[in-house]
């Protein structure tokens, strides 16, 4: 019989590209889904079921879980973008700091009936904020600086004690930062590959950018979907680190995308002081020997070949007229 996996935010990016690996491994692939018309709910490939259930909501949890009795629980529902956890703070730590809880009950509470269930939950680089050290393994202490990254914090420690006190299956990846052309367009990568696509295709001439100091780790999503499916085949539940060890200033992010339109960025680009952040996060960048050598996890995609992808990717959607 075929394997069961549940994710939650399905229709997000990392939840699109889990659930075609997952297909693609053999598996019955469950999406937990609010139940509202969801336009990115009719793009998720047809073999997919769906279970109505929210994170805010214990008892339709414990339905679903009961429901779709999963082998394997994929925790990647959050509000995940960190300006606008400044401005619903407590929206953040309901969904992506309760909702931890509320699921890790679920499968306490279904498992106890038999069954073993595995759990993953995205943690994230961003509980790493203003960093204790460089680069950022399993062991480093978190100061997170942001609502965000404050809920992640408590979504990783929750499975860790879950993991020691019930003995479950239940481990962390600390994912740091995934691009891809699925990715939403609040985020820089996105909004920098759909700006240049925009300028280039004559639709605009300028691009508005906060810090362009920040630095970042960014791998593919691709990739890092498969870290996930593999942290629960190991014999033992531990957390991994998820990067490429390699990291590029916001600067160098613009730099790469507009070079790879033939286009000059400093025309284009004007650096907004209100799109600065309350508190920042200057430096992010991942040691990921763990992963590498307990999982054999390897990221695939360099940084500029990703870039590149984003661009060549928002130049064909915006030229056919589609919605980014
Ligand atoms: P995050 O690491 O999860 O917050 O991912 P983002 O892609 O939203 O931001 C990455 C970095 O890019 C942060 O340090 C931002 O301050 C910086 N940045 C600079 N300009 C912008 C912008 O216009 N939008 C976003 N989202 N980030 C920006």
């Known amino acids: 019989m075929a394997r069961r996996a549940l994710i939650t935010g399905i229709t997000g990016q990392d939840g699109s590209y889990l659930a075609e690996h997952l297909l693609a491994e053999g598996y019955e692939v469950w999406g937990l889904v609010r139940g509202q018309s969801n336009p990115r709910v009719a793009r998720l490939p047809k073999d997919i079921h769906l279970v109505r259930g929210d994170l805010l909501d214990q008892g339709s949890l414990i339905s679903a879980v009961e429901r779709v009795r999963p082998d394997e629980v994929y925790n990647l529902g959050a509000i995940s973008f960190v300006p606008m956890s400044w401005e619903q703070a407590e929206l953040t730590a309901e969904v992506t700091g309760m909702g931890v809880l509320r699921m890790l009950e679920a499968i306490r509470v279904c498992s106890s009936r038999g069954g073993e269930i595995r759990f993953y939950q995205a943690s994230s680089s961003e509980m790493f904020g203003q960093v204790r050290e460089t680069p950022q393994t399993e062991v480093t202490p978190f100061h997170p600086r942001s609502p965000y990254g404050v809920a992640k914090a408590y979504g990783h420690f929750l499975t860790q004690n879950y993991r020691e006190s019930y003995g479950m299956y239940a481990v962390s990846g600390i994912l740091f930062n995934h691009e891809s052309p699925r990715r939403g367009a609040e985020f820089v990568t996105r909004k920098v590959s759909l700006g240049v696509a925009r300028i280039k295709l004559g639709l605009a001439t300028e691009l508005r950018l906060g810090n362009l100091e920040a630095r970042r ?36 992010l613009v730099e790469a995308a507009f070079t790879a339109a033939d286009l000059d960025w400093e025309r284009h680009v004007i650096a907004d002081q209100s799109l600065h952040r309350p508190a920042e996060v200057d430096l992010l960048c991942a040691d990921p020997k763990k992963a590498r050598t307990q999982l054999g996890w390897e990221p695939t995609v360099p940084f500029e070949e990703l870039v590149a992808m984003m661009v060549e990717s928002d130049l064909r959607l915006l030229s056919e007229g589609g919605d980014p």
């Open 217 to 252: 780790d960014w791998g593919f999503a691709g990739d890092y979907v498969r870290a996930m499916h593999l942290m629960l085949q190991v014999g033992k539940p531990e957390d991994y680190v998820i990067g490429t060890g390699r990291t590029q200033s916001v600067r160098e």
